[in-house]
């Protein structure tokens, strides 16, 4: 599930080897604000419940047949739920991407000061020279500002680094989803991995070649 690339200067110590640092000033929103992104703790997932994931969805995509069909739709996708363990609560998030963190991967958050204004989070080995972006948000108020962009630009450039020569994403099938990923390389594969198919069947499974 997930909702430019390019960084550069310093170096970083991610827990896989000293990397070069992503670039900590990344996207101006005006005057002097600026979004920065850094690595965060695995102990800090718990901050996703400051991401304001609602929106709109007008259109929706399927993909059958080699092809991507789009139709119209009005869904209120509400913000994470702040109680229950459900796939749709913050207690239930946190349980299910806490295993990837556990297993080598990266939580990378973008901060408007200290306000966290989207994360990604980063899986380094899906299969064999493909790596997964495992999720990606931005609150509703950052959105269309670029930050998508740098987040995924930061897995992207992690991925690269440890060697993988793809990038696996499950998108929802929300139509700004899907053509935020197209935009950026990311095209629908006919052999989704099959564990994550099986997870969310209804999404895009689209791949980038690093």
């Known amino acids: 599930m997930a909702a430019g690339f390019g960084f550069s200067g310093g170096s970083v110590d991610t827990g896989h080897g000293r990397i070069p640092r992503p670039q900590r000033s990344g996207r101006r929103l005006g005057g002097e604000r600026v979004?920065?992104?850094?690595?965060?703790?695995?102990?800090?997932?718990?901050?996703?419940?400051?991401?304001?994931?609602?929106?709109?969805?007008?259109?929706?995509?399927?993909?059958?047949?080699g092809s991507l069909q789009r139709r119209n739709v009005d869904v209120a996708v509400p913000t994470w739920s702040l109680s229950g363990d459900h796939e749709h609560s913050i207690h239930g998030r946190v349980n299910a991407w806490q295993?990837?963190?556990?297993?080598?991967?990266?939580?990378?958050?973008?901060?408007d000061a200290d306000t966290l204004a989207g994360f990604a989070i980063y899986r380094p080995h899906l299969t064999e020279g493909m790596a997964n972006l495992s999720a990606l948000y931005v609150s509703r108020s950052y959105r269309r500002r670029g930050i998508g962009s740098l987040?995924?630009?930061?897995?992207?450039?992690?991925?690269r680094s440890h060697g993988a020569r793809r990038l696996y994403v499950s998108a929802t099938p929300s139509g700004s989803t899907v053509e935020f990923y197209r935009s950026h390389g990311f095209e629908p594969t006919d052999?989704?991995?099959?564990?994550?198919?099986?997870?969310?069947?209804?999404?895009?499974?689209?791949?980038?070649?690093?």
Do not use: C, N
């Not at 295993?99 to 901060?111: E, Q």
């Open 35 to 65: 979004i920065t992104i850094r690595h965060m703790k695995a102990s800090e997932l718990d901050r996703i419940g400051e991401i304001d994931r609602s929106e709109h969805v007008t259109q929706e995509y399927s993909y059958r047949s």
């Open 99 to 111: 295993p990837i963190l556990d297993r080598g991967g990266t939580l990378v958050g973008a901060f």
């Open 151 to 159: 987040l995924a630009g930061e897995v992207a450039r992690l991925a």
């Open 191 to 210: 052999e989704p991995d099959q564990a994550l198919f099986a997870l969310e069947p209804h999404d895009i499974h689209m791949i980038l070649d690093l």
